[in-house]
């Protein structure tokens, strides 16, 4: 039986791999330019640690995650986000000692359980940046200005930035209460998971696709409405620092985000292009989270984008595919041999060069190098080579002009790295 990938879980294949290590360049080239670090952390953590940090009752932890025992009986869990794993690492290794600030970004495959469908995978990945140790609002709108700046740079247009608050540990229980009072009267209306939802994490009724519980929640109070005046004042700031860097957004009170950590702000970025899974990114403000999870009280905020999503939105006229920059047609034994020769060559001065390995026709070898859209093709032919001479064709505007072999390697490298 052909053995095919988990559902899913995709390979992301040559054509399209240029796309992805453009994205990745240039967060990269961005983050860093902001003073944010990478940091590579494990793909499995104890499961501990995302029950305490996400929240034993949402959907990542109750649904999502794939958790294993490993041969010695400890619960593994396959990372569904990274801001737990990140925070975990700055406390294991006392990053704080150094400097409280740390920034950092991380880039690599989560996972999560959810049903695949356009956008929504099993295996997906995401770009994640954090701010440990600032509780500034000031920071929120830097983290926030980052990212907007980050979307553009790869060619994103038409996004919307969503901003909420969801309060603190001091303003959100009396929320909960609140909204718990408020669906109780209409818990009629709530399929079996919101009616436990109501319950265990109210919040997340906010996030269910029932239309019914759509319509309950419809005119639910809003958590703006319970926060308080610290709160207030530090979402004010968020604004204020985000109109003075021109930066537009709407305000979403209907935003609660899928995981338990997060205080105060809260945000998102939306595509209406990208159908029902419309959001690039989520982010917000946690808090709490290191002490959850048994750390220091450090605060945090940062984001995730989902790069399937922002891949699938990039500009369709760009080209990211790397074509070889020249073929050498060599047809014949003894060209063979100097074009392995001078293919080598080329390849060590990081030219993309290619040449046909099974001693093929001259017509033949012409034809592959037209399928892979070489730049150039040199002509390598027995005769011309005895005389020193070869042929290099511009593939584009299909010039020719005849090289001498001396210094062949120079004259090949000016061309094709001015080009
Ligand atoms: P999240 O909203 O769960 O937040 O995920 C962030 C982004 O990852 C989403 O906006 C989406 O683009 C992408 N994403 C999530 N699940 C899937 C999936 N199953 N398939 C494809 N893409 C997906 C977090 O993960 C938080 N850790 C973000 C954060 C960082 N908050 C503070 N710091």
């Excluded at 004042?233 to 930066?247: Q, T």
């Excluded at 093709?377 to 011309?384: A, H, K, T």
């Excluded at 001498?404 to 080009?419: A, E, R, T, V």
Aim: net charge negative; aromatic share 10%; proline share 4%.
């Amino acid at each position: 039986m052909e053995i095919k990938a988990i559902r899913g879980f995709n390979d992301i294949l040559p054509d399209e791999i240029g796309k992805w290590q453009f994205v990745e360049k240039t967060a990269r080239e961005v983050f860093e330019g902001f003073g944010f670090s990478e940091i590579r952390i494990p793909i499995a953590e104890r499961t501990e640690l995302f029950s305490r940090g996400i929240g034993e009752a949402t959907d990542i932890v109750e649904k999502e995650m794939y958790t294993f025992a490993d041969k010695s009986g400890n619960f593994l869990t396959l990372r569904p986000e990274a801001t737990a794993s990140m925070a975990r690492a700055y406390l294991e290794h006392q990053l704080y000692s150094f400097d409280p600030v740390a920034k950092l970004y991380c880039i690599g495959p989560m996972f999560r359980y959810e049903r695949p469908q356009k956008g929504r995978y099993r295996q997906f990945y995401q770009i994640d940046a954090e701010v440990f140790g600032v509780g500034n609002p000031v920071v929120d709108a830097e983290v926030i200005l980052m990212l907007i700046h980050f979307l553009k740079r790869v060619g994103l247009e038409k996004l919307e930035l969503q901003i909420n608050s969801l309060g603190c540990r001091d303003c959100r229980p009396r929320y909960r209460d609140g909204l718990k009072a408020y669906l109780t009267e209409k818990s009629f209306q709530l399929c079996e998971d919101c009616r436990r939802r109501l319950q265990a994490n109210p919040l997340r009724i906010f996030d269910c696709k029932v239309q019914t519980c759509q319509e309950a929640i419809a005119d639910a109070p809003k958590v703006i409405d319970f926060i308080c005046d610290e709160c207030d004042v530090h979402f004010n700031r968020v604004k204020e620092y985000l109109g003075m860097a021109d930066l537009d957004y709407i305000l979403n009170p209907r935003m609660v985000r899928g995981l338990d950590y997060y205080t105060r702000t809260a945000f998102e970025v939306v595509s209406y292009d990208l159908g029902s899974q419309n959001a690039v990114t989520g982010g917000g403000r946690y808090d709490n989270l290191f002490q959850e999870i048994g750390g220091l009280d450090v605060p945090g905020i940062g984001f995730a984008i989902g790069m399937e999503r922002l891949i699938s939105l990039l500009p369709k006229d760009k080209e990211f595919i790397r074509h070889p920059d020249l073929f050498i047609a060599a047809p014949g034994k003894e060209t063979h041999k100097e074009a392995y020769r001078l293919a080598n060559q080329l390849h060590i001065e990081g030219i993309r060069a290619e040449f046909d390995y099974e001693g093929k026709s001259l017509k033949s070898q012409m034809r592959r190098a037209d399928k892979l859209k070489a730049r150039y093709v040199l002509i390598l032919g027995e005769e011309e080579l005895k005389k020193g001479r070869v042929v290099l064709r511009n593939m584009e505007d299909k010039s020719q002009e005849e090289l001498p072999m001396d210094n062949l390697l120079n004259l090949l490298k000016s061309k094709i790295i001015h080009d």
